[in-house]
Nanobody, 124 residues
C-alpha cells in the first residue's frame, strides 16, 4: 500500500504558474503509474494527467495540453505537476493518484490510491 501527500497548491492570478508535488511513502514509487485528477466545486472529479512507471509515457486531458507537464523523480519518490498559463477554470482541488497499471489512471474508477488533495485557486 502507498500513501500519497500533495503540496504546492495556492492562490495565483490568471496567467501564472504553480508546481504541485506528490510525495509517496510506504512503497517504492516506481511500482506505480501516477496521475493527477481535479475536482472543481459542484463538478465531478476528472482526469488531468498521467505518467508511466519509468516516465516514458505521459497523457493529458485536452484542456491542459501545452500548459501542464507531469514528471516524476523515482529516486525522491515524488511526482510533479507543473502548471503554466493558469486559467480561472483550472480552479479545483487537485488529487494525486497511483495505480499499478498506466491504463487505470485514465478514469476515476480505475485508481488504486488517492491523496487528500491540494487546493488551486486561479483568480481572474
Amino acid at each position: 500500500q502507498v500513501q500519497l501527500e500533495e503540496s504546492g497548491g495556492g492562490l495565483v492570478q490568471a496567467g501564472g504558474s504553480l508546481r504541485l508535488s506528490c510525495a509517496a511513502s510506504g512503497r517504492t514509487l516506481s511500482t506505480y503509474a501516477m496521475g493527477w485528477f481535479r475536482q472543481a466545486p459542484g463538478k465531478v472529479r476528472e482526469f488531468v494527467a498521467r505518467i508511466g512507471k519509468l516516465g516514458a509515457n505521459t497523457g493529458y486531458t485536452d484542456s491542459v495540453k501545452g500548459r501542464f507537464t507531469i514528471s516524476r523523480d523515482n529516486g525522491k519518490n515524488t511526482v510533479y505537476l507543473q502548471m503554466n498559463s493558469l486559467k480561472p477554470e483550472d480552479t479545483a482541488l487537485y488529487y494525486c493518484a497511483a495505480d499499478s497499471n498506466y491504463g487505470g489512471l485514465a478514469y476515476v474508477g480505475g485508481v488504486d490510491y488517492w491523496g487528500k488533495g491540494t487546493l488551486v485557486t486561479v483568480s481572474s
